[in-house]
């Protein structure tokens, strides 16, 4: 049976984060927030309702950070962009198979929870794991100069890393947040920031890019 556990709270993430990143080593990639765009992967109602069987118990805790670095993306004018997954069952391929059940448009947890929900942010709706495959957004970055990526979301390990390492291939800089993902647990969620920084991504914390981008403009 998959373990669940509430790794993250409001009270507990920052330490969490910090304990994380001790276990990790780190390259070091200048982060440049004009050339960047903010990726918020599906944070919607399915993966954040208590009564969905996805539920995932750590998420609620990073909405704050999320919304801290929408907030402030926003008003510099820089690239915001959501995703929500939805499948049909012409469109699922192995996610039918594997989970058996789909999000469908019409299910009324699809939706981005109601504290990220910004009329001024781009939705791009995906099929798969990965925000790139069969979408405009490699498009959408490439056409506005974007050369970096901070990847936050649901959930770490799937669609999450499976993003970040798609888009590492297409040529963009990756900042995965370590405190603005999560998960099911924290060996899924400890897993995917070892393999990332090994090979594709900076893990970052949220505070750290929201220093990184307030100093801007001093």
Known sequence: MLSKERYYTEENIKRQAEEFLRKIDRKHIEFLPEK???????????????????YIPSAKAIIPKIKKLQDIYISKGLKVIQTRHLNTPDDAYNMGR?????????????????????EKIDIINKTQYDAFFKTDLEHLLKNEGIKQ???????????????????FMRGFDVFFTVDGTATYNRTFHLSTLINLSHGFAVPVTVDELLQQLVEENE
């Open 36 to 54: 960047s765009s903010l990726i918020v992967l599906d944070m919607q109602k399915y993966f954040l309702d208590k009564n969905s069987h996805a």
């Open 149 to 167: 990526v901070v990847i936050t979301g649901v959930m770490t390990h799937l669609c999450c890393e499976t993003t970040a390492r798609s888009a």
């Open 98 to 118: 594997w989970w058996k059940e789909l999000i469908t448009e019409n299910n009324s947890l699809s939706a981005i929870v109601n504290e990220l929900a910004d």
